[in-house]
């Protein structure tokens, strides 16, 4: 049964409504203004309030932001008079659900509460689904009940509380470095420092000086002694992701700390003892990589104690609508209206599951971050997806079209320009990120750009 808080200054008024909303089968509870309003909601469950907008002291408005700021989804239906329409429609900007108009009619009053609690219990039921699917299926920030997702949290929970080197490998987007903060913050390493680094977004000077410091006039620039990031992450944990960017050089320094646990900032010659634990990532496969002399395969076996696969999202699409549900809940404060997102209408989820997903999970948290501020009713339509996803969703590979004559090396050099455009049509033309959605250096895309003879803008 739900409880609706009737808040007015006029002291008759409160168990007039109150004996209204009780015929309808609810409860109700009593204020005469906004301070004992709050009183009550610190000590009471409530699932609707029911607040006259003028009241001395503390007025609707004001209490209407102190409600919002402890729970954003407990609908308020303002009460108004003759002349604060204005007002009103202020009050719903801020988060209230409608306004009625004093005096209104029961019957009006019974609809809009009706309406009112049928959305708060649709947000309940959401909001305890996703608290069992975390409790069920999630390990930190990382949501998924597929068979593979179910057997990397399984390996988390073994590795995380050791002292292991770990591997972690898959494409762009499928959330490695949410995997090595769970680990991280499943250890007992859990209160020191987790240092991210990306190896691909700096130069090897720079990359250098990043991880392991310098001193005072080591080069030009150098005003000062900088700590790297291995003496930052003493205690705690290292995450370099992309390590297969690594030059030699860099591979050998790095090999060289993991052995004898010490390194030199640039320019010092005075050893750092670093005690840290390093988990690595890579959207290559660093075996290949060894096997192609571009990677120390001694500093491969130093990395690969313990190595994590993570499956792109076209093999997991049982997650898909979890991981939907999880974004639009992160989402849930862009929405214009301030009204929540209740429903994803199902041939989006057909649609979802037929896609590819190039871009695994950030391409998904992309789509509903943008659905959830374009979306102008309460489920998530067809019309709310940007044009290009509905093209490209739409237009699956159907090898039953291929000629039976078709030559393997002609079918995968059209596959393969036919994804480098829709990468950069989902990036608006901005090579890095369509590289990183394909899962390949930004060098090797602009190569193939100039092999299909592709017409770009942004080389950024």
Known sequence: METILIVDDEKNYPPI???????????????NSG????????????????????????????????????DADIPVIMMTAHGTVEKAVEAMQKGAYTFIQKPFDNEQLVIFVKKALAVFNLVKENRNLRNTFLRQYGFGNIIGKSKPMRAIFDLIRKVAPSGASILIEGESGTGKELVARSIHFNSPRKEKPFIAVNCAALTE????????????????????TRKGRFEVADEGTLFLDEIGELSQNLQV??????QEKTFERVGGSKPIHSDIRLIAA???????????????????YRLNVVRIQLPPLRNRTEDIPLLASHFIKKYADERPDGKPVVDIEQAV???????AWPGNIRELENIIERAMILCPEQTIRLSDLPLDF???????????????????????????????????????NVQARAAELLGI????????????GLEVGSKK
Request: no cysteine; proline share 2%; glycine share 6%.
């Open 441 to 452: 250096g930004k060098s090797g895309l602009s190569q193939k750009i100039k092999k299909f």
């Open 17 to 31: 409504l109150a004996a209204i909303l009780e015929e309808e089968g609810y409860d109700t509870l009593m204020a």
């Open 390 to 428: 509905q093209d490209n969703a739409s237009l699956p590979l159907n090898l039953e079209k291929i000629p039976e004559n078709a030559k393997l090396i002609d079918t995968l050099t059209m596959v393969e320009k036919m994804m480098i455009e829709r990468s950069l049509k989902l990036t608006g």
């Open 205 to 224: 000077t720079l990359l250098e000086s990043e991880l392991f410091g310098h001193e005072k006039g080591a080069f030009t620039g150098a005003a000062s």
């Open 35 to 70: 301070h004992q309003a709050m009183d009550i909601l610190r000590n009471s469950d409530v699932d609707l309030i029911l607040a006259d907008l003028k009241m001395p002291v503390m007025g609707g408005i004001e209490l209407l932001e102190h409600v919002k700021t402890q």
């Open 282 to 300: 890579t959207n290559k496969s660093l075996k290949k990589e060894v096997a192609a002399h571009r990677f120390r395969d001694d500093l491969y």
């Open 349 to 355: 989820i057909r649609m979802f599951y037929d896609y």
């Open 253 to 258: 320094k790095l090999l060289r700390v993991l």
